[in-house]
């Protein structure tokens, strides 16, 4: 999960709806094509098959919307209220103890130790 990687709460969920937005759509698009067919039959027993039709057609529309939309933003408020209390961590706020640790030692001329 790219949130435990150390991305942003909102990035993640960005990041997620990102990469699920294509096989939704297309799982979707031609489920609800394949039903397209049973929302305009005629003949007998017609009437049932468009309200048949019509109700997966509009069941599909909403899945594909929560799917697209409610899931990344549920996603995002819950774990911003999972980790209201968590503290923020920012280079900033915590130096590290020895500040020249981070660079190599400077070997010059005369040292007696090279």
């Known amino acids: ?9 909102r990035d993640a969920a960005l990041e997620g709806a990102r990469v699920r937005l294509r096989p939704i759509l297309m799982t979707s698009i031609a489920f609800i094509l394949g039903c397209v067919p049973l929302a305009i039959a005629s003949g007998s027993g017609a009437v ?9 057609i ?6 594909t919307f929560i799917a697209i939309f409610v899931v990344p933003a549920s996603f995002y408020l819950f ?3 999972v980790h209201r209390n968590d503290p923020v961590e920012s280079p ?13 030692p400077t070997i010059t001329k005369g040292d007696a130790n090279a």
């Open 48 to 56: 049932a098959r468009r309200v048949m039709g019509s109700g997966v």
């Open 1 to 9: 999960m790219k949130y435990d990687e150390g991305m942003s709460i």
């Open 92 to 104: 900033e706020e915590n130096p590290p103890a020895n500040p020249s640790a981070d660079t190599p």
């Open 58 to 63: 509009g069941g599909m529309l909403t899945a």
């Open 79 to 81: 774990e911003t209220l």
